[in-house]
């Protein structure tokens, strides 16, 4: 006994085509991702408090980091944009998807990093303790170089975008 192939029509008139295009993230990812840090940036204090008796230091060496990325996504986002959309020379197409990669995952990354330091600052509002300030201060520099991330990615997302051949001038 055999079974009927499937009719190719219908599956065509059920599924939206897709044409193998990547699409930019969209803005209900990065909330979530935001979102999910601010929440767990928040807890960070009470369990570390309780776990280890004392809450995390923030230096200023995380957020010089952080700017530190942010500044080379800037720069990679600057060169693509030139080469793609200025200069219009070749990028191999693995170069390119991997930038798109990079820019996909830093964009969600900023987002929960940024989201985590600001909610980090949140859980020390209100709180007088004699480095209590200064973690609020620090946590939100931090915080500030975690939306540059995300900003600067979102940058580069946009710098790998090419026109296709279908599409008008």
């Known amino acids: 006994m055999t079974l009927d192939p499937p009719d190719d029509d ?7 085509s897709r044409e193998g295009r990547l699409q930019p993230t969209g803005p209900g990812a990065v909330t979530i ?3 999910v840090g601010l929440v767990g940036g928040w807890l960070v204090r009470p369990i570390a408090e309780r776990v280890q008796g004392t809450a995390p230091i923030v230096t200023w060496l995380q957020p010089v980091a ?3 990325v942010a500044a080379i ?3 990679t986002a600057w060169i ?3 080469q793609l959309h200025v200069h219009r020379e070749y990028v191999e197409p693995h170069r390119a998807v991997n930038r798109f990669v990079l820019a996909r995952s830093c964009v969600l990354v900023g987002a929960l990093v940024a989201g985590g330091y600001f909610g980090y600052a949140l859980a020390w509002l209100g709180v007088d303790t004699e480095l209590g300030s200064q973690r609020v201060w620090r946590s939100v520099f931090a915080g500030v170089a975690g939306v540059a991330i995300a900003v600067t990615a979102l940058l580069l997302e946009r710098a790998c975008r090419v026109r296709s051949d279908g599409e008008d001038a």
Do not use: I, V
């Open 10 to 16: 219908d599956e065509d008139q059920q599924q939206p």
């Open 33 to 35: 991702w935001a979102s």
């Open 66 to 68: 952080l700017f530190f």
């Open 73 to 75: 996504l800037g720069a």
């Open 80 to 82: 693509t944009w030139r």
